[in-house]
């Protein structure tokens, strides 16, 4: 089954919406409001909802405000977006917010945009443009 980047943000907006109880409440951010560590809550990709059982142990993001950036994906199973994609992924970027889109640099690969927002106090990043690959990390601030 294919999906198209409305059903991805629908889906989003769903599961948001039946976890509540209520519409999600999208909100702007500002730069400094991404400053500090997050841990995935939910990891989303084209082909749905993704949780441990399906191949998506865990994600961890911290941003600084030198604006770089750290983090690990870890993942595992054979339904991976890319076949060389198991295992704990590590990664170091530099980044720039600008009209709710993040930008960040990881070493020489091309640089990725993603769509950020705040909704019942989680932080959204989605890729975009939203393709075959694309992920959304549903975030929350790490204690």
Not at 76 to 90: C, Q, V
Request: proline share 8%; hydrophobic share 40%.
């Amino acid at each position: 089954m294919h999906y198209t980047p409305f059903l991805t943000s629908a889906l989003i907006v769903a599961l948001l919406f039946s976890a509540c109880g209520k519409p999600p409440t999208r909100k702007p951010l500002n730069e400094s409001e991404l400053i500090g560590k997050w841990t995935a809550v939910e990891i989303i990709s084209n082909k749905g909802n993704r949780g441990p059982t399906e191949g998506i142990l865990d994600a961890h993001i911290e941003f600084f405000a030198d604006h770089s950036s750290t983090g690990v994906l870890v993942w595992t199973g054979s339904d991976l977006p890319n076949p060389s994609a198991a295992g704990p992924h590590p990664w170091s970027a530099t980044w720039t917010f600008t009209n709710a889109i993040l930008h960040q640099k990881h070493g020489t690969n091309d640089p990725s945009s993603s769509d950020v927002w705040f909704e019942d106090n989680l932080l959204i990043i989605q890729d975009r443009p939203l393709k075959r690959n694309s992920l959304t990390l549903i975030l929350k601030r790490a204690e």
